[in-house]
Structure formats: structure tokens, C-alpha cells
């Protein structure tokens, strides 16, 4: 059994390692808007695998495109919390971090006058903020931003993909899982 959790990035790339992965792993779905730094994120986490009944071989995680009212600091100190209800709910799963995606070109998302908007210069913070916390509780790491970035062209709109940019995307992380479970596979 493996685990994707994420935005609404994941959502979308989950069909295309569900297929990639058929006859291999029963891939799951945990998708959300709460960000590292939302408090509700360790208990959403409990409550799903609690929920699930499910132990899980591989999680690919990812949560970036979400929160943007919290700080950078605030998403960062609260990956540790989340990595600490991922082992807990998956205990023994090997954990494979899902770097956050660009938005098109460099616009903002749009917001109301003063809310807190993406950028690809705060996504890159949060990305380079949550490469140390992988490094130093040795998580591996999925450069889904770097690949992306590559595949400016699929986007539809500023933050999602097209169903042949969620390919892409879904073929790295199901190349990423396929390892993690080991080579026979």
C-alpha cells in the first residue's frame, strides 16, 4: 500500500501513479488544504490513518501550495509535527518528500486586497526551508518543482497542470515509489 498525501497538486498526479502503479501497490489518496504551519494538520493526519486501517509501504508527501497566511518560519517548524504524524500513522513506511511546484511564469495567486499570496519566490523559500528539514531527518526527496519547472508549457492557469502535465508529474513520483518499494518491482 502506498500513500500519496498532498495539495491539490497530488490530487491531480494521483490518477497517473494510481495506472503507473497498477499490479503493483493499492495507491491511496490523502489530499488537503491545511498547510505544515495550520495546527489541524497532525490531527487530520491521525484521524485519516486512524480512519484507514491501512499500513502503508511508501508515503509520497507533499504540502506547499497551501497557508500562505503563515509565515515561511511558521510552514517550516511545523514539518517536523507532520513527519512525526506520518511515521506514527504509517510506522516502517519509507517517506519520500514531494518538493512544491512553480506557479506559471512568476504571477501571484489571486487573493482579496492584502491576503497573503504564492509566488514562486516564496514557494522556492519553502522548498529550500523544507530541503534542510528532509536532509537533516533523512527523508529523500522528489524535485517535483525542478521537473515542473521544465514543463512550464502544461500548466492550465497559474497553479494546476494539464492532464499531460500531471503525467509528468505522476511519472516521476511513481518512478520514486517503484524505488522506495525495491527493485523487484
Known amino acids: 500500500n502506498v500513500l500519496l498525501e498532498g495539495d491539490s497538486i497530488t490530487r491531480g498526479y494521483y490518477p497517473a501513479v494510481e495506472k503507473d502503479l497498477s499490479g503493483v501497490a493499492n495507491v491511496y489518496l490523502f489530499a488537503t488544504s491545511a498547510c505544515s504551519g495550520d495546527p489541524r494538520l497532525p490531527g487530520q493526519l491521525h484521524d485519516y490513518f486512524r480512519m484507514m486501517g491501512v499500513k502503508f509501504a511508501v508515503v509520497h508527501f507533499n504540502n506547499g501550495m497551501h497557508g500562505w497566511g503563515y509565515t515561511e518560519g511558521q510552514y517550516a517548524a511545523g514539518l517536523p509535527e507532520m513527519i512525526s504524524a506520518l511515521r506514527a ?4 513506511a519509507k517517506l519520500i518528500w514531494a518538493t512544491t511546484t512553480p506557479l506559471q511564469g512568476d504571477r501571484a495567486t489571486p487573493g482579496g486586497p492584502g491576503a497573503p499570496q504564492a509566488t514562486n519566490a516564496r514557494i522556492e523559500a519553502r522548498n529550500g526551508l523544507a530541503a534542510e528539514v528532509m ?19 502544461l500548466h492550465a492557469g497559474d497553479v494546476h497542470y494539464t492532464e499531460a502535465g500531471y503525467a509528468v508529474a505522476g511519472e516521476r513520483a511513481a518512478e520514486m515509489i517503484r524505488k522506495a518499494l525495491g527493485e523487484s518491482y
Open 89 to 92: 500513522g504509517a510506522p516502517g
Open 135 to 153: 536532509r537533516h531527518v533523512g527523508i529523500q526527496v522528489d524535485d517535483q518543482h525542478a521537473l515542473m519547472l521544465r514543463h512550464q508549457e
